[in-house]
């Protein structure tokens, strides 16, 4: 099955949420002959077809355990700014803002229908304090 690379960009941006312990599934089991991880996301996500073996096991769990990350925290953003308690775009703050960062304008509109704010956000790069070395120690 072919993978692009525009899906792999979506699995890479997985990676970078699978670091939440309690989100990660079971290892599927090994299988050489099995489809890659690539491959088994993209039979889920475009046809509902789980796997039930792959030849890269723990790549996949990291793969499942970055969307489930992901579509929580957009859940849980989403909430907080219907409520009031967020704006949007304390979620894009460059780098090291204070919640997990959106890495690019076109993943902030997919995620909140529109573009954001630059001079929102440029004011909150100037406000909220980081966490980095400066403010760590």
Do not use: H
Request: glycine share 8%; net charge negative.
């Amino acid at each position: 099955m072919y993978v692009s690379s525009k899906y792999q960009l979506v699995l890479n941006g997985y990676l970078r949420w699978s670091t939440n312990e309690f989100l990660r599934p079971e290892l599927l089991p090994f299988d050489n002959s099995s489809p890659t991880a690539a491959e088994c996301m993209l039979k889920w996500e475009s046809y509902g077809i789980e796997p039930i073996s792959t030849s890269e096991p723990e790549l996949l769990s990291d793969y499942v355990q970055g969307k489930k990350s992901r579509d929580y925290y957009i859940t849980e953003w989403k909430s907080g700014i219907k409520d009031g308690l967020f704006v949007a775009e304390e979620f894009y703050l460059s780098g090291s803002g204070i919640f997990s960062p959106i890495g690019s304008d076109k993943e902030f509109e997919t995620i909140f229908g529109r573009l954001p704010r630059k001079g929102l956000i440029e004011y909150l790069e100037s406000v909220v304090p980081r966490y980095n070395e400066e403010t760590t120690n």
